[in-house]
């Protein structure tokens, strides 16, 4: 079990060197008033990531889940994220954008034929998406940095594909059990983003209850029903309220573990994202799950994933 999981993720590092060249399509994007960047689920948060890193080149980008978005204005570029190209949403916001006539580009798996597309080399195999994921920031890193972005230019991506590596080596998670109960991973800034990331590949690869939060999310409500029986995991827990929702949790008789790294922005996301793909097999394998086969029984049901 989990083989293809272990397999996709040992297959990040070459595939993020790959694609560490400017990507020439961001051209198309260039003087747009406003970028979208559209996905559903893993894929929306590569957007929300993709934007984040569009706006340090003072561009005016906006992340938005493929169900809502309705319509663009003259003088709007998109980018559509769609591993597959058939997640419904993503065709449909895809054929808004064409409709309009406005500049598009879909970043997508390699099996994917839309001429507006940046390919991605390599095709999931486990339902727990990791390189497809980490693929598309690397492309969005690469888009950016073709826009003028600061510090996503190619030696900075060999440079991330070579601490995935390290993290490969040694994933520096193995002091983080399962939870009795429940586990709340918590970063600022983008790595509320990877923290939402995170939860998603553990909900889905070891069948456990776990979500992702901004620190004021988990201060205004979300902590209540936390206890004895949870863990708390703080992602880059460099700002002062981060470092209090741990002390606090602490207090509360929370497991608590801190998961350090160095950087930010974009690329600084990326070894984070494969030490919680790596806690997640592991938390998989210890609960004799099966990640390869993450979407089971009535929420398997084809007719539900039509409608995405």
Same mark, same amino acid.
């Given at each position: 079990?989990?083989?293809?999981?272990?397999?996709?993720?040992?297959?990040?590092?070459?595939?993020?060197?790959?694609?560490?060249?400017?990507?020439?399509?961001?051209?198309?994007?260039?003087?747009?008033?406003?970028?979208?960047?559209?996905?559903?689920?893993?894929?929306?948060?590569?957007?929300?990531?993709?934007?984040?890193? &569009?706006?340090?080149? =003072?561009? *005016? $980008?906006?992340? %938005?889940? #493929?169900?809502?978005?309705?319509?663009?204005? /003259? !003088? @709007?570029?998109?980018?559509?994220?769609?591993?597959?190209?058939?997640?419904?949403?993503?065709?449909?916001?895809?054929?808004?954008?064409?409709?309009?006539?406005?500049?598009?580009?879909?970043?997508?798996?390699?099996?994917?034929?839309?001429?507006?597309?940046?390919?991605?080399?390599?095709?999931?195999?486990?339902?727990?998406?990791?390189?497809?994921?980490?693929?598309?920031l690397t492309v969005l890193a690469g888009i950016a940095h073709h826009l003028g972005a600061p510090g996503l230019d190619p030696p900075k991506i060999q440079d991330t594909a070579d601490a995935v590596r390290r993290v &490969?080596?040694?994933? =520096?998670? *193995? $002091?983080?059990? %399962?939870? #009795?109960?429940?586990?709340?991973?918590?970063? /600022? !800034? @983008?790595?509320?983003?990877t923290a939402r990331e995170g939860a998603l590949k553990i909900r889905e690869g070891a069948r456990l209850l776990c979500e992702g939060f901004d620190p004021d999310?988990?201060?205004?409500?979300?902590?209540?029903?936390?206890?004895p029986a949870d863990t708390l995991l703080a992602l880059a827990p460099s700002d002062d309220l981060t470092a209090a929702l741990a002390h606090a949790a602490r207090v509360t008789g929370l497991g608590v573990h801190l998961m350090p790294a160095t950087g930010d922005g974009l690329l600084a996301q990326i070894p984070t994202t494969v030490r919680l793909q790596l806690l997640a097999l592991r938390f998989a394998r210890q609960r004799a799950q099966n990640a390869d086969i993450a979407i089971t029984g009535a929420w398997a049901d084809h007719t539900l994933w039509e409608t995405l």
């Open positions: 079990m989990t083989t293809a999981l272990a397999t996709m993720i040992a297959a990040q590092p070459d595939v993020i060197s790959a694609l560490a060249e400017p990507v020439t399509a961001a051209d198309r994007l260039a003087g747009a008033r406003r970028v979208w960047l559209i996905g559903t689920g893993t894929s929306l948060h590569a957007a929300e990531l993709g934007a984040s890193a &569009l706006e340090t080149a =003072g561009i *005016d $980008a906006r992340a %938005i889940a #493929a169900n809502r978005f309705t319509a663009a204005r /003259p !003088g @709007d570029a998109a980018i559509v994220i769609t591993h597959t190209g058939q997640t419904a949403h993503a065709r449909r916001a895809r054929r808004l954008v064409l409709d309009a006539g406005l500049p598009l580009v879909s970043i997508t798996g390699p099996d994917v034929d839309w001429p507006d597309a940046v390919r991605t080399p390599v095709a999931e195999k486990s339902e727990t998406y990791t390189v497809s994921y980490t693929a598309a &490969l080596a040694d994933p =520096g998670v *193995d $002091a983080v059990g %399962i939870p #009795a109960r429940a586990m709340a991973i918590v970063g /600022p !800034g @983008d790595w509320s983003v999310r988990l201060l205004h409500g979300a902590a209540v029903p936390y206890g």
